[in-house]
């Protein structure tokens, strides 16, 4: 308990200075029909936008109050499209942001606006669509409902952007086709509207949802007639074939995904023969873990609607479903959508012929931002060898500044004895704090098939809190400090662990970043106690950056060390990356990576990629031309994720009808 001794009153005090501070409430803002589209070439003419459809008042989330260079912005509609125009002035122009090229990219470190809507209403968090375009326009988007990288495939929306000596301004247009909603006049439909200013490191927002982005403070776009649907859902097909030699073979493979839009809220989606060969997976690093590493997952199929298959939270007491459990399949089918405003549903399952079928389904409700639920199964089954059963069910509820959970699961091998799993916490979230205490249990042999759980044989809890602070003025932009105490014990009474780490970070106004951090744990019988130091220059600039960092302690009751180097720069259209790891304790573990890339167009690149695991070397050259619609295609000379060097040649065409 010696956690709860400090956090108590840290708690209470900053939740005074919070509801002193913060005077939130949802703006709104009402629906303006136009009898004509604008022009979209980023210049906001007086003539094209209603006078009621002007919005300003944009606030800092930091303080609520509104910054030296204002934005402006209009909003209205016609029965095709949404239009949203931006103004940001800026007092200094010349200093005004815009690296990224590629549709998609993270344009976090850009000046941008953004966009988000989500017609059903639900005052959450799901459902909301974002879309936003940097200075250079740029485009990036998030389209509720899980969309494919394919330009056909997520929707097209357009954009245009211009820039001027007060700064500069977008214009966007959002075709309502490629939204989920329902037809009806008078809707309200919950959005908001931000700009980013990489200058002074912040943004602003229209309806201030504060730091903690509270979906209850989402502005309301009151009384929108929104339109019936004009195009009748048809399938589309996105097929692929790769012709490859892969010394001394030659093969063709090929494969199609249909997707159908079973209602305007849900899609079907068939995969046969899906292309995972030439994915490229994420690098293994040479930490020290004592757990099963964790690895995201890219592949095109089980990212389609990803956010209908979260069974668990990651800090509970594992994952009850992680795609790359699925190693490969011949043919695969899923749907996910919402059954109602308040309920969404996430079914999938795939087949290996003669070798194994598998099969996960997931059921949330989710009636106010203040709570929801769900409840899951899978399933796999590997024909002659283990078949297996995961089920389980979520509750979260939130009240005031407190939000308390559960978790269970439970699993079994046929008709076998059943093991199971759980965790209940309960958290504290303010501006600038956040507090949780998490108890959790699980069964020695609790082995779900189809899931990641990083530990077993234990039971305890921890306490985590995390103080973060901006600052708008002074030399240093951001500070943030977490205390993490577990205390967990196996089943037959022994230690599991138990400890603290203790870490802290501050960025300077010159875009330094510098961390500390110390560990302090008893695993079983054997010692951890590290402490390391990290700098990283141009910390909010990928294109010109530098770090370092290293730590150094027992590791299992023995010495080691740890170093890290990495360096990344622009030359033109020309990336340079370069990292370098090295772990030491009873033998040294080297990982060098090194990568080029060659952005020639925003649809075309050049890029290769170098990594040397202690002496084992591996490269991989591949030339894409993707992100637009029509035709693309893929050469990848080599295997992106072999462990040394593969004699291969791969061309890859993909298209969409």
């Known amino acids: 308990m010696r956690g709860f001794s ?116 639900q005052r959450t968090e799901n459902g909301l669509s974002e879309f ?72 602003v927002q229209w309806s201030n949802q504060g730091k903690q982005d509270r979906p209850e403070y989402l502005g309301i776009w009151k009384n929108v007639d929104l339109p019936p649907r004009k195009d009748r859902p048809r399938p589309e097909f996105l097929g692929y074939v790769a012709p490859e030699y892969d010394d001394p073979k030659v093969r063709v493979r090929a494969g199609l995904d249909v997707r159908y839009a079973v209602t305007p809220q849900s899609t079907g989606l068939l995969s046969i023969n899906p292309d995972f060969k030439n994915i490229e997976g994420q690098v293994a690093g040479v930490e020290f873990t004592r757990s099963e590493r964790f690895f995201e997952d890219n592949r095109p199929f089980f990212r389609e609607g990803s956010g209908y298959y979260g069974l668990t939270s990651e800090y509970s007491f594992g994952q009850m479903f992680y795609p790359l459990r699925i190693e490969k399949f011949d043919y695969g089918a899923k749907y996910f959508g919402n059954l109602s405003p308040t309920a969404k549903v996430g079914v999938l399952g795939t087949v290996e012929a003669g070798r194994k079928s598998a099969a996960v389904a997931n059921f949330a409700f989710n009636p106010s931002s203040k709570g929801s639920s769900s409840f899951y199964l899978t399933h796999s089954d590997e024909h002659g ?7 389980g069910g979520n509750y979260w509820t939130k009240k005031g500044n407190f939000t308390y959970d559960l978790a269970l699961a439970g699993e079994r091998d046929g008709v076998g004895s059943e093991d199971g799993a759980g965790a209940a916490s309960i958290g504290y979230e303010v501006p600038n704090l956040f507090g949780i205490a998490r108890y959790s249990w699980i069964d020695p042999k609790f082995s779900p098939s189809l899931a990641y759980i990083p530990f077993t044989d234990r039971r305890g809890g921890y306490v985590y809190t995390e103080h973060s602070r901006e600052f708008r003025k002074g030399p240093i932009r951001f500070f943030n400090a977490d205390v993490f105490i577990p205390s967990f014990k196996k089943y037959d009474g022994g230690n599991f662990n138990r400890g603290n ?47 370092v960092s290293a730590d150094q302690g027992l590791r299992g009751s023995k010495q080691s060390t740890y170093q890290s180097v990495f360096a990344n720069y622009r030359i033109g259209k020309v990336d340079f990356g370069v990292s370098f790891n090295s772990l030491k304790i009873d033998k040294t573990e080297d990982l060098t990576i090194g990568t080029v890339g060659w952005e020639i167009s925003p649809t075309r690149s050049l890029s290769a990629r170098l990594v040397r695991r202690d002496k084992s070397n591996n490269a991989y050259l591949s030339f894409r031309e993707s992100g637009g619609k029509g035709l693309e295609y893929f050469v990848i000379v080599g295997d992106p994720n072999a462990n040394t060097w593969q004699n291969r040649v791969t061309v890859k065409l993909v298209w969409a009808f």
């Open 501 to 547: 780490e203790v870490s802290a970070r501050i960025v300077t106004r010159n875009d330094i970043r510098f961390a500390v951090w110390r560990s302090d744990n008893v695993w079983f019988d054997q010692s951890d106690r590290v402490h390391g130091a990290r700098i990283v220059v141009n910390d909010s600039n990928r294109y010109k950056q530098f770090g």
């Open 132 to 203: 936003r375009v940097n200075l250079i326009n740029t485009q990036s988007d998030e389209i509720t409902g899980g969309r494919s990288a394919k330009r056909e495939w997520r929707g097209e929306w357009t954009s245009a952007t211009a820039r001027d000596e007060n700064g500069w301004s977008a214009e966007i247009r959002i075709p309502w086709k490629i939204l989920q909603y329902n037809a009806g006049k008078g809707r309200h439909l919950d959005f908001n509207l931000g700009r980013y200013h990489p200058r002074r490191h912040l943004g």
């Open 6 to 121: 400090w956090l108590a009153p840290l708690s209470l005090g900053t939740a005074m200075v919070a509801s002193l501070a913060t005077a939130q409430e949802a703006r709104t803002h009402n629906g303006v029909r136009l009898s004509k589209p604008p022009t979209l070439d980023g210049k906001i003419q007086p003539d094209e936008y209603p006078g009621d459809a002007r919005m300003e008042g944009f606030v800092d989330p930091e303080s609520g109050q509104p910054i030296e260079d204002a934005t402006e912005a209009w909003l209205a509609y016609d029965d095709d499209a949404i239009y949203i125009a931006v103004r940001c002035r800026d007092s200094k122009p010349e200093g005004l942001i815009g690296r990224e090229t590629n549709y998609g990219a993270d344009l976090d470190d850009d000046d941008h606006v953004s966009f988000s809507i989500n017609p059903m209403n």
């Open 385 to 391: 060898a283990r078949s297996n059963t995961g089920y």
